[in-house]
Nanobody, 120 residues
Framework: QLVESGGGLVQPGGSLRLSCLAS????????IGWFRQAPGQEREGVSC????????RYEASVKGRFTISRDNAKNTVYLQMDGLKPEDSDLYYC???????????????WGQGTQVTVSS
């Protein structure tokens, strides 16, 4: 089971750190992806990290602003989001799969999501 946390309301230019915690399974055997979805829109891949943490990917609009990392000892993957913009407002999900890809079909397990709202 994956549980996201860390979402909330932040002003433009602000920062949030999302966490994805696995309970019952070890995250170290999975690549982890972060996705976001607005109401009525398709889910969009934001970032992912390989099992080892050696490989990461970012969607173009977040590159340079978001940083994904993992702490396998804590069974947690983080998404540090800096320089947030109103268009980053979405429901953010983490997902576990075999490979680091920004395509939701590659992932087998999903959390329930955490809401991020960027507004002044």
């Amino acid at each position: 089971q994956l549980v996201e946390s860390g979402g909330g309301l932040v002003q433009p230019g602000g920062s949030l750190r999302l966490s994805c915690l696995a309970s019952g399974d070890s995250l170290e055997y999975f690549a982890i992806g972060w996705f976001r979805q607005a109401p009525g829109q398709e889910r969009e891949g934001v970032s992912c990290i390989s099992m080892s943490g050696d490989s990461t990917r970012y969607e173009a609009s977040v590159k340079g602003r978001f940083t994904i990392s993992r702490d396998n000892a804590k069974n947690t993957v983080y998404l540090q989001m800096d320089g947030l913009k109103p268009e980053d407002s979405d429901l953010y999900y983490c997902a576990a799969g075999e490979v680091c890809e920004l395509f939701e079909g590659e992932y087998d397990y999903w959390g329930q999501g955490t809401q991020v709202t960027v507004s002044s």
